[in-house]
């Protein structure tokens, strides 16, 4: 039975214990660079202030976004195109909890069906032919602590949709070429120019999902 442990560093000189001190520094900072940017490439760049408006609905929204975003819960944000749902999501980010944690933008039209898991999901290596030797975090991995926003969720292939299911359900996620889950906290807003529900009915969008979406929504 372990009940201890103690550890010893001979330096030699105090040539030797400015070198190690060197290398410290050095290190901290190379490790503050790449956090910084982290922090740079995957922050969310507007806030409730660039939502401009005065109209009755302008505000009522803003009102709404900033109760959302006090909450733990995933929104869906509905709305035609161009009606400036990305700023939303960003400024939700911005408003809640999580601000100071990433916020992943992932445009689910742009993702070419092919890859649209292992984007999402990520890889093992050698997990398939092309894949990088040390595998590779998916889109939600990369979320972890903060905010993945899907846009246009409705584009997603129904193939995509079960496992994406599955994900939000039980906040774990498994990469392509593993059975080993990964436990994630993150949260989810997601936004669709489409009537999903009818999606849904012609056979072109899961009904589970539309539900488990349409819990909390933002027109």
């Given amino acids: 039975k372990v009940i201890g442990a103690i550890g010893k560093i001979i330096l030699h000189s105090f040539e030797e214990l400015e070198r190690l001190k060197k290398e410290t520094e050095q290190l901290r900072i190379v490790l503050l660079d790449a956090e910084k940017k982290i922090r740079s490439e995957y922050q969310a760049a507007h806030s409730l202030e660039n939502i401009i408006g005065i109209s009755d609905k302008i505000i009522a929204q803003r009102e709404l976004a900033r109760r959302m975003a006090r909450t733990n819960s995933d929104i869906l944000i509905v709305g035609e195109s161009g009606t400036g749902k990305e700023i939303f999501a960003h400024a939700i980010h911005n408003e809640s909890k999580l601000k100071s944690y990433p916020f992943i933008k992932v445009n689910c039209p742009a993702i070419p069906i092919e890859i649209a898991e292992s ?97 909390a929504i933002l027109t």
């Avoid at 997603?156 to 906290?185: C, D, F, M, T, W």
């Avoid at 949260?187 to 488990?212: P, V």
């Fill in 119 to 215: 984007e999402l999901f990520g890889y093992e290596k050698g997990a398939f032919t092309g894949a990088k030797q040390e595998g590779k975090p998916g889109k939600f991995e990369l979320a972890e602590g903060g905010t993945i926003f899907l846009d246009e969720i409705g584009t997603l292939p129904l193939s995509i949709q079960a496992k994406l299911l599955r994900v939000i359900q039980e906040r774990e996620v498994e990469r392509l070429g593993s059975k080993k889950p990964l436990k994630l906290n993150f949260r989810l807003i997601s936004a669709t120019n489409i009537d999903l529900k009818k999606l849904a009915e012609e056979g072109k969008f899961r009904f589970d999902l539309y539900f488990r979406l349409s819990k």
